[in-house]
């Protein structure tokens, strides 16, 4: 394999912002106040509390790990820190999720295939499942997990030691977001142990 093979083209990368772009035109992000459903309100009541000091699982119940919680206190914290309304810092941290779990998703297959054809179609594919578009306009944990899991296993992939130590805590991180993380996170951390 020469040196252009084991690299994405910048005009693949062209490609991709194109289809980000039109996923974003699509996706019409809900800036109303409106809650898309339970899951999307009632994470953004907790992280709201928690930032009014409220302890998560002693004062206030929460049906997931703690790590998406805090990351949505953090969001709200930064909205009064920098401003702006906390919902719109909670929906344009999904959109970026999202696009950034679909670049990772695109370099996994990059590294797997070596073809940036199939790089491009394996981050498309990522935005037309129904978790990629219908889900995705709401805050919800497994947004994070999927972007963890993913970038665990392409840490894994390029096999440097220390890519591969991280890989297990970002599996970890996941377990943390979303408890269905869990026998991926496992696969994942033998993985790195013994690649």
């Known amino acids: 394999m020469n040196e252009v093979d084991s690299r994405i ?14 996923y974003f035109l699509i996706i019409r992000v ?3 106040h409106a809650y898309l459903d339970f899951g999307d309100g009632n994470y953004q009541y907790i992280s709201w ?6 302890s998560l699982y002693t004062d206030i119940l929460s049906p997931q790990p703690p790590f998406h919680l805090w990351t949505g206190a953090a969001l709200v914290n930064l909205s009064d820190w920098i401003g702006g309304e906390p919902l719109y810092w909670f929906r344009w941290f999904t959109l970026l999720i999202r696009i950034a779990t679909s670049a990772v998703v695109g370099l996994i297959a990059f590294r797997l295939f070596r ?7 394996a981050s498309v594919i990522l935005f037309i499942l129904p978790e990629g578009y219908r889900w995705s306009q709401g805050y919800q944990s497994e947004h994070l997990e999927l972007f963890l899991l993913c970038l665990s296993l392409l ?3 390029y096999g440097k030691p ?5 890989s297990p805590l970002l599996a970890v991180g996941a377990m943390w977001t979303n408890m269905s993380a869990l026998p991926f996170s496992i696969l994942l951390i033998l993985l790195a142990v013994f690649r």
């Open 9 to 22: 083209q910048p005009v693949t990368i062209v490609l991709w912002g194109l289809i980000v772009l039109v």
């Open 30 to 32: 809900p800036f109303n």
């Open 49 to 54: 509390r928690m930032t009014e000091g409220v």
């Open 115 to 121: 073809s940036q054809g199939r790089a491009l179609l």
């Open 155 to 157: 840490l894994t992939l």
């Open 162 to 166: 220390w890519q591969r130590n991280l």
